[in-house]
Nanobody, 123 residues
Framework: QVQVVESGGGLVQAGGSLRLSCLAS????????????MGWYRQAPGKQRELVAT???????NYADSAKGRFTISIDNGKNTVYLEMNSLKPEDTAVYYC?????????????WGQGSQVTVSS
């Protein structure tokens, strides 16, 4: 089983910055485990979960329009860790941010989520 743990959320004023981290562990430490992609999604109160950004193990990125130019996603394959650098934060960025890990262990495909990290941006 893959454990996914986010860290780095918190309260910040509008215009400020935060850095989220997400570590995949457990099965991720075993020979035969490979990450396909990692990403960040968010869910604001009363809204559906939405894509923020994803990155493949090869470094190909995809951003939501709301994140382009302000957020940067990066991956450290050796540490099974993905980061989300968030700058120029706005109150509308307030949400629970979830990390997603798509991977395979030999022929077994996995799609795992973290518990979420609260990000609150005050105006």
């Amino acid at each position: 089983q893959v454990q996914v743990v986010e860290s780095g959320g918190g309260l910040v004023q509008a215009g400020g910055s935060l850095r989220l981290s997400c570590l995949a562990s457990g099965l991720a430490s075993e020979i035969g485990f490979n990450i396909i992609a990692m990403g960040w999604y968010r869910q604001a109160p009363g809204k559906q979960r939405e894509l923020v950004a994803t990155i493949t193990s090869g470094g190909t990125t995809n951003y939501a329009d709301s994140a382009k130019g302000r957020f940067t996603i990066s991956i450290d394959n050796g540490k099974n860790t993905v980061y989300l650098e968030m700058n120029s934060l706005k109150p509308e960025d307030t949400a629970v941010y979830y990390c997603n890990v798509r991977s395979y262990y030999y022929t077994l495909m996995n799609n795992d989520w973290g518990q979420g990290s609260q990000v609150t941006v005050s105006s």
